[in-house]
């Protein structure tokens, strides 16, 4: 940066109202510590005085007393006072004796016979003065510090201005260039909401005749209408937010129809971020988008977020218990299919259907009787790309190529069989990994499982067990392992009265528990009633609150 532009830059600086501002408050700041500072020196000085003309004759005393505090004779007289060692008879003569003072104290008396009034002006001026520096900033002093345009410049500072290379500004709003949205007066801002009408109008008409590309060209128009523009008053200032929120809804919701999820997204994002970070449409739009796209944990947090928000409409309560019911269907099905496609992979039956073993050895003619087996010739450049591969010592011999040749082919299928066998059920009942063997008999049967599953519901769904269990739920965030622990808490409250008089027996309340369960675990994949049961059991105790991210 030049000189002249870098002296242009500060002036400019300074001018501004709040640097103004702010140069004012310290000059006022230092005016009052400087009027205080010598207030104080000239109330000593008086006082020092006073006292050595005590020891002064009459005839000083009534000469100096009245033109004691006359300025310019206070400091001679003080600094005389100072030469003599502040004592008294040694002040007297001096005052005497020396002739320069004598005749500045015949002067001032001389002055005061003429006018005594003058001397009393003049102590009133110097307390008004103090008064006024020490006053604080008023409105009166900031009427100056106001935002100057370049048409309140004088000529001359326009000149010098323009002349150190600043460039007067324009006054209209220029896109790209000019800082912020654009402010529309009454009158523009009305003919852009009228026309933003008009576009929310059609686009909901073509999305009633589910025209949903012309739809969601609408509703983007109408974005780009809103999104660059500001009204000059924050009534105004509102309906815009209003009409660009809905376009933005609007085209989250046509977005999602046309599979355009990430457009959704950012529509949403863009309400949450900019407008209304509790707007349930907006959440339960982009946490569709997110599901949709198989993004679960993001999905779970937008709806959650709608569950927890205090400013969550029942609508939108509504959509977040069904999105999320959604999801815990999409998650549970991407295990199955998972433990599925796990099980077909082991048993041989993806990838490797009709596959031989590279690099070991391949089927003769399987046209002729025998089953001849031939090496399969390794050339340097096989041996350099299945270096990355190599068997430790042990292994490598035990797939040693020669020991396929005194091997039958029934040693192969045997290998994949042992895996398969050891996975068949796991193929047969994915939803049953993990789980006890059903064949022991359970503890109870199944007329009294029915029974106690029947009373444990009722408990669940009591008016005191679910106002507790949805204040538990809040407390724990609405986070599944938080508020299993403290489920396990509260439970035994509701479960111990029906254990208690089905007469179940047992150590421990845990125990007694154990036996239901395995109960309920037996019987509910052979009566259809005890799984429904057991489901609505776990949906009162867990509400909307589901599992899916472990």
Not at 305 to 332: C, D, M, N, W
Not at 373 to 401: I, N, S
Request: charged share 35%.
């Amino acid at each position: 940066m030049s000189m002249h532009e870098c002296e242009a830059y500060w002036q400019e600086f300074l001018r501004r109202p709040k640097e103004q501002k702010a140069i004012r408050e310290e000059q006022k700041r230092l005016q009052k510590e400087s009027a205080d500072r010598m207030a104080a020196l000239k109330n000593a000085k008086v006082k020092e005085l006073q006292e050595a003309l005590n020891g002064c004759t009459s005839e000083q005393q009534q000469l100096l007393g009245p033109i004691l505090k006359a300025p310019g004779l206070l400091e001679l007289l003080h600094d005389c006072l100072l030469r003599c060692g502040r004592d008294s008879s040694i002040f007297s003569k001096e005052l005497k004796t020396d002739q320069s003072l004598l005749t500045r104290i015949m002067e001032k008396a001389e002055e005061y016979e003429k006018d005594p009034e003058a001397f009393t002006r003049q102590e009133e001026q110097l307390r008004a003065l103090h008064v006024e520096a020490s006053r604080p900033l008023d409105a009166a002093d900031m009427n100056y510090l106001r935002e100057r345009t370049w048409k309140d410049l004088p000529p001359a500072e326009l000149a010098e201005r323009m002349s150190k290379g600043e460039i007067c500004p324009r006054e209209e709003w220029i896109p790209g260039i000019s800082k912020g949205k654009r402010p529309l007066n009454a009158k523009a801002l009305e003919e852009h909401l009228a026309f933003g009408e008009r576009l929310a109008r059609e686009g909901r008409e073509a999305y009633a005749d589910q025209l949903y590309e012309t739809a969601f060209l609408r509703f983007k128009q109408g974005v780009e209408l809103l999104n660059w523009v500001e009204a000059r008053d924050a009534i105004n200032q509102r309906s815009v937010d209003d009409m660009y929120c809905m376009f933005l809804r609007n085209v989250a919701q046509a977005a999602l129809q046309l599979e355009k999820y990430q457009e959704a997204i950012r529509a949403c994002t863009t309400i949450i971020q900019e407008l209304d970070e509790h707007d349930s449409k907006a959440r339960y739009r982009r946490g569709k988008a997110y599901l949709l796209l198989g993004m679960a944990k993001c999905a779970k947090d937008d709806f959650l977020f709608i569950l927890k928000s205090p400013y969550s409409t029942q609508e939108g309560v509504h959509a977040a218990r069904l999105g999320l019911r959604e999801l815990r269907r999409v998650v549970s099905r991407s295990e199955i299919d998972a433990k599925e496609s796990v099980c077909k992979g082991l048993s041989g039956g993806l990838f490797s259907t009709g596959r031989a073993r590279s690099g070991h050895f391949v089927l003769g003619d399987r046209f002729s009787g025998e089953t001849e087996l031939k090496t399969e010739e390794r050339t340097p450049e096989h041996e350099v790309e299945a270096g990355d591969f190599r068997l430790p010592p042990r292994q490598a011999a035990a797939e040693d190529p020669n020991s396929y040749t005194t091997s039958s082919e029934g040693d192969a299928s045997r290998l994949s069989s042992k895996a398969c066998d050891g996975l068949k059920c796991l193929h047969s009942y994915p939803d049953k990994m993990g789980k006890e063997d059903d064949s022991k008999p359970p503890p109870l049967d199944l007329e009294e499982t029915r029974n106690i599953l029947i009373d444990l519901l009722d408990a669940y769904t009591s008016a005191s067990a679910v106002s507790r269990l949805n204040e538990l739920r809040s407390l724990a965030d609405y986070d599944y392992r938080r508020v299993l622990i403290r489920a396990r808490k509260f439970l035994p409250e509701l479960q111990a009265p029906v254990l208690q008089r089905h007469g179940i027996k047992g150590q421990s309340h845990r125990s007694k528990m154990q036996q239901v369960e395995r109960s309920a675990s037996y019987w509910r994949h052979r009566d259809t009633e005890i799984a429904e049961l057991t489901r609505e059991c776990l949906e009162a105790i867990f509400g909307d609150v589901a599992d899916i991210d472990g």
